[in-house]
């Protein structure tokens, strides 16, 4: 007797090769309803802000709901709470959450939901006193359900943030590139400035769901800018140096963004005087503009926040 043959029947085969090619044809047709809609989203917003100086004004920088002190430029310094939708600084945050390690029966919670109002103005006392929902993002089910509310509030930040979860493998979710390149889209396609330059990182660097377009990465960190988005210019400059060996434009670009307190770009210049490639720059004025801005988001709060927290400073 012949030996019998190990290779599948004809329809265990069939469905084996289905599942692959079915996968394939998905993610074919995602990347391309991406790269159309990104397209589309240059086009239009470029239209819209044809005309707009790229050196203009920024926009105006968000105070921490509960201090009302400038919310700091670094992501490190604030955090994002899906319960209320808020941006809640780190100062903040970390007062609350002392707060709760002193009175063991009041658990972590929110530090801005359930706010009291006493002749128009804020009782931070109380409104730490009456929280309702826990200190910082709670895991699983529950904090994906709260991501899913904000999102269809059409909330930008809670958009990115989901996106961040899948691009990461966060809270019980799987890795998802195409997921998390979706939802930055979706929040740029509000008009969200940072989302745009998270998009343009994205198509600088590429990744999974991205193949690599440098030129609509700059495009994109262009849009940004002129926005008013302070991490535009930055983004900009690195695009420019990097791809079109364009010190002068990336010098500017830095120069503009380090005077009001941008940090990434204050490292580049720095390290462009070190090598000798800054020409007809007053570097120590822009150190001094630089140090300036940083002082308006300072506070007490913020500065015992990134000890007890172990954030160390560039």
């Not at 030996?3 to 993610?27: H, I, N, W, Y």
């Not at 706010?115 to 895991?139: Q, V």
């Not at 493998?169 to 400035?193: C, K, M, S, W």
Request: include cysteine; hydrophobic fraction near 35%.
């Amino acid at each position: 007797m012949g030996k019998k043959s190990k290779r599948p029947t004809k329809a265990t085969g069939v469905a084996d090769r289905q599942g692959p090619g079915k996968a394939r044809r998905e993610k074919a047709a995602a990347l391309k309803d991406i790269e159309t809609r990104i397209v589309g989203l240059i086009e239009k917003l470029e239209s819209e802000l044809e005309g707009v100086e790229l050196y203009g004004p920024l926009a105006e920088r968000e105070d921490c709901p509960i201090c009302f002190v400038p919310m700091p430029l670094k992501e490190s310094g604030h955090i994002y709470f899906p319960c209320c939708g808020k941006n809640i600084c780190l100062g903040c945050v970390n007062a609350s959450q002392t707060m709760s390690k002193k009175d063991k029966n009041r658990p972590d919670k929110c530090a801005f939901v359930g706010p009291t109002r006493a002749n128009g103005a804020i009782d931070r006392k109380k409104r730490f006193a009456r929280n309702s929902a826990r200190l910082g993002p709670s895991p699983g089910e529950e904090n994906i359900g709260r991501l899913m509310k904000r999102i269809g509030a059409n909330d930008p930040d809670g958009m990115l943030t989901l996106g961040a979860y899948y691009e990461e493998g966060g809270h019980g979710l799987a890795i998802d590139d195409i997921a998390a390149v979706r939802l930055t889209l979706q929040a740029a396609e509000t008009g969200h400035p940072f989302a745009i330059v998270c998009l343009a990182n994205d198509w600088y660097y590429g990744r999974d769901a991205v193949q690599v377009n440098t030129q609509q990465a700059m495009r994109l960190a262009t849009i940004a800018a002129k926005k008013g988005c302070i991490f535009g210019y930055s983004q900009l400059g690195i695009y420019s140096f990097d791809t079109n060996d364009d010190v002068e434009k990336a010098t500017n670009l830095f120069s503009f963004a380090a005077r009001r307190g941008e940090s990434v770009s204050m490292t580049n210049l720095n390290k462009l005087s070190e090598g000798g490639d800054l020409h007809n720059i007053d570097i120590d004025g822009i150190r001094n503009a630089f140090e300036e801005s940083l002082k308006l988001e300072w506070s007490e709060e913020r500065e015992k926040a990134k000890g007890d927290v172990g954030i160390v400073e560039n």
